[in-house]
């Protein structure tokens, strides 16, 4: 093991040391298509671009801006015509090579006709900077074991290559953010799918050009080359529907096709209305067909409204007739109201129109509406590797103007690579009593029938808990199921009690059982439904208040139970009675990390996120929770929770220091083991950008955590980044490589070259059985190592610990830590929510709680024996 160093500065990631070994070898294709460049000597030219409406300061319309831009391509063609320049669409153009016969800072007038209206603007570019093509040459050869220090320049290059490949697009393409397109509703690419509510799901692309480790195999002396590639991947986003917003109120079921349109909506519905619209864009469907974003739906008309013209007080009805010669159907609707406030804003609510690809967060969807988004969304691996080629193929990016200037030449195959299949761990469970050792078979599962728990739970004082009068027949045959199924696990699990519960009353209720039944350990809670305020209001009694464990389990489920759906709970009780499903064999992977070089903690982190509020909106009100997890035992089986509220959509764990000092101290004390040599952190929901400041503050953040206990105390940490919103895919090339139904690649799939980062120490693991659609890789950044492990080290103990989820029979998509500490942050957001129903204050998601309120509803107590067992799963 290496030294520890002591955090200071601006702390590097380790450099990518030599590819992996281990596992049999796959041939695999990919979703990235080669970018071969002629040209290295070229220049790209940025300049700043200001839109303005001619004779004032105001900045033109976004929505208009690529429209303008083009005008002024077509109205001064002597400048343009021979010099392909792309434009961003906001405020920067890129052109290869300085373009001379540019004004700079001189305004370029451009005229826009829409109808019978004109518009005219005016446009200033000036030169900004300049970069070479060269730099990427630099920066992609490179040896292993070795960085290159001009990232920065080269992540420049490819933002202005990035903008000439966006403009590429855009005439048969809608941008999304930096690097998503999706198709007009007109073109023949154009698919999608109604999820209802006046919404839709559609398909679209992610393509991007990334700096990447390259097909190049390494000479002797481990050099190699890099290569540009371009990823592609399809996205499907639910939209509103492009629509008139009396036809989105029919379809959101507040107005009927009956419905009296001659006066102002009820007080309820124009509530709803407001809160449906506020945020979003309507655009007009007069005039200019300008968009406005909603900041209101008043109880104005557009018969009673007056406001002053050219000193003249009209309604909106008179000045719609005379302005844009609209006779107005319904002038007694409310109006709707738009940004700016200042300005006085009204439209009438018949003429607007929902604008376009105005995304929905999937979390303020339904469950129905998630289940046909999964569905529509869902494409076998060939299926979808069809997909993106047709796309690639169609668009043609080679013959393309911005690419032909930069003498960009796109493959249309997609990238063939070799991959490798690490073998699955060997785990231990019992039979008779005794350990039993087993492989899980190629597709990453095993079969539990003819096994037991490796440690299984006592069960002596449990109940079941249940809300209206249910058929008891039904509940005695689930609990007979469950003991039985417990006794094949080992598990002794004693008769229960039975209770029926006030629901109005639930937590009198709950205590009262508690104290008649002082010895209770776990309560069975048969929910009468998929309520999430009741939910809450039990897990929050349960781990908080009483200190009972709490198993919830629908009617439906015991109405219609079977020994595979009993045997799931089962897999949940036991850990969270304390019990192991299963461990890992000591084996070579395992072996050094968590043994060997004396005593390990592997922990995982996450952060929970309140839903993401509209532009219009003030930010959110909801906290945001972070969860850190620790291993207790040395198999890495149980792992004991610190859970933290902080600023709302903060991705750095604020309190880090703080809960990492309080892991160690509790885990040391509940395990009466000395303090681990070795911290192996699995850090789950980092983005690229935020990569180098987590490292700097969560780095030190343990460190200082370390140090606070005892200053000698510097144990070597080993902080991976668990990434899975990423764009790249894998496909067997053959077919009988594939896994499942599906013939996605097998579990234990692994890259670490070829398509992973030149410099940096990456790797892709896909440890799961893709069941529905394509699999998805987890990918893997190596942030620090002072514990000097090997790539097979790092692959194989990964992807052990996918094995050792302990509600599931086979290995799942990221380790168990990881998700252990996801699933901890979750709890403490169905905490915060149980702890405002507690207090009267359920629906009231605006109101703002202190944050000793906060930290009230979210941590749990350090004297709460919950803690010892995982409560969170």
């Keep these: 093991m290496l030294e520890p160093v002591l955090v200071t500065g601006n702390p590097k990631p380790p450099p990518k ?215 592609v991947n399809t996205k499907y986003t639910v939209f509103h529907k492009d629509q008139p917003v009396l036809k989105f109120m029919k379809d959101v079921n507040l107005i009927s096709d009956n419905q009296n349109m001659n006066k102002k909506f009820p007080e309820e519905v124009r509530k709803s209305l407001e809160d449906k619209l506020k945020g979003k864009k309507v655009r007009v469907m007069y005039g200019y067909k300008r968009t406005y974003r909603v900041i209101g739906i008043p109880d104005k008309s557009a018969e009673d409204h007056r406001f002053e013209v050219q000193k003249k007080s009209k309604t909106v009805t008179q000045y719609m007739n005379e302005r844009y010669e609209v006779q107005l159907k319904y002038p007694r609707l409310n109006l709707i109201q738009a940004a700016p406030e200042e300005k006085g804003v009204y439209l009438p609510l018949e003429c607007c129109q929902l604008s376009e690809k105005q995304r929905v967060s999937e979390k303020l969807l339904s469950k129905e509406q998630k289940t046909m988004l999964i569905d529509f969304s869902a494409q076998a691996p060939r299926q979808k590797l069809n997909t993106v080629n047709k796309f690639v193929q169609i668009n043609d990016f080679t013959k393309n103007q911005m690419m032909q200037s930069l003498e960009f030449t796109i493959s249309d195959k997609p990238l063939e690579i070799k991959g490798r299949v690490l073998p699955p761990p060997e ?108 939910y809450s209001r039990i897990k929050t009694i349960g781990d908080k208040d009483i200190g009972i464990v709490t198993q919830c389990v629908r009617y439906e489920t015991v109405k219609y139970s079977n020994d595979a759906k009993v045997g799931k709970i089962l897999f949940k009780v036991n850990a969270k ?99 681990p040599k070795r911290l192996i952190l699995y850090r789950d929901g980092v983005s690229d950008s935020q990569i180098s400041t987590i490292l700097r503050f969560e780095l030190q953040a343990i460190r200082d955590a370390c140090t606070s206990l005892d200053k000698d105390y510097m144990p070597g940490i080993t902080f991976i980044v668990v990434q899975k919103r990423h764009h790249t895919r894998f496909f067997p090339k053959n077919e009988k490589d594939g896994a499942g139904r599906q013939k996605n690649v097998p579990p234990g799939t692994v890259v670490d070259r070829y398509v992973t980062h030149p410099h940096d120490y990456d790797y892709y693991l896909c440890s799961q059985l893709g069941i529905k659609g394509t699999s998805r890789p987890a990918h893997y950044r ?42 901890a942050a979750l709890r403490g957001k169905v905490h915060l929510l149980g702890y405002k129903n507690e207090i009267g204050l359920q629906g009231e998601e605006n109101h703002m709680l202190s944050d000793e309120e906060l930290h009230s509803a979210v941590a749990m107590d350090d004297n709460n024996a919950m803690c010892k067992n995982m409560y969170y799963i």
């Design 782 to 823: 190596v942030l620090w190592d002072d514990n000097n492990f090997s790539q097979d080290e790092i692959q194989g103990f990964t992807y052990a610990l996918c094995h050792m989820y302990a509600p599931s029979s086979a290995s799942i998509s990221i380790p168990a830590p990881a998700h252990y500490a996801h699933q």
């Design 427 to 534: 785990l231990v469970m019992k039979k008779e009593r005794e350990p039993y050792n087993f492989t899980p078979s190629k597709e990453g599962n095993w079969d539990v029938r003819d096994k037991e728990f490796y440690h299984a739970a006592c069960i002596e004082h449990w109940g079941v808990v249940y809300f209206r009068k249910v058929d008891m027949t039904l509940i005695d045959s689930f609990v007979a199921s469950l003991r039985r199924l417990g006794r094949q696990r080992g598990m002794s699990v004693s008769q229960p009690i039975k209770q029926l519960v006030d629901m109005k009353q639930l937590r009198k209720n709950l205590r009262s059982l508690k104290e008649e039944y002082p010895q209770l350990e776990i309560l069975l809670i048969v929910l009468p439904s998929d309520d999430k305020q009741f």
């Design 17 to 231: 040391p030599l590819p992996g070994k281990e596992g049999r070898s796959i041939n695999l294709i990919t979703n990235f298509y080669e970018v071969k460049v002629k040209d290295l000597g070229k220049t790209l030219v940025l300049y700043d671009v200001v839109i303005k409406v001619f004779g004032k300061e105001e900045e033109a319309p976004r929505e208009r801006k690529r429209e303008i831009f083009e005008g002024l391509k077509k109205e001064h063609k002597n400048i343009f015509d021979k010099c392909h320049i792309a434009f961003d669409g906001v405020k920067q153009a890129v052109s290869v090579g300085r373009i001379r016969m540019i004004a700079e800072g001189v305004p370029y007038k451009v005229n826009v006709t829409c109808g019978h209206e004109a518009f005219v603007y005016e446009v200033v570019l000036k030169f900004a900077n300049l970069r070479k093509l060269s730099s990427l040459r630099k920066y992609l050869k490179c040896k292993y074991g070795k960085r290159r220090d001009n990232s920065v320049e080269v992540a420049s290059v490819l933002h202005l290559i990035h903008i000439m490949f966006r403009h590429s697009l855009m005439l048969n393409y809608i941008p999304l953010g930096q690097n998503s397109f999706f198709p007009w509703g007109t073109s023949p690419d154009f698919t999608s799918s109604s999820v209802g509510s006046g919404m839709q799901v559609e398909r679209g692309y992610h393509a991007a050009c990334r700096e990447l480790h390259g097909l190049e195999e390494e000479n002797q002396d481990h050099w190699r080359n890099g290569a540009l590639l371009l990823n």
């Design 577 to 675: 009675m304390g019990g192991v499903n299963n461990t890992l064999q000591d084996i070579k992977y395992s072996t050094r990390i968590l043994s060997s070089l004396g005593p390990v903690m592997i922990m995982g982190a996450d952060v929970n996120h309140p839903p993401a509020v509209d532009k219009g909106d003030k930010v959110p009100t909801q906290p945001s929770i972070a969860a850190v997890v620790g291993s207790i035992d040395p198999h890495a089986s149980k792992y004991f929770p610190v859970v933290r509220h902080q600023t709302p959509r903060e991705e750095m764990i604020l309190e880090l220091e703080k809960m990492t000092k309080h892991l160690l101290t509790s885990v040391c004390k509940i395990s009466n083991k000395p303090k």
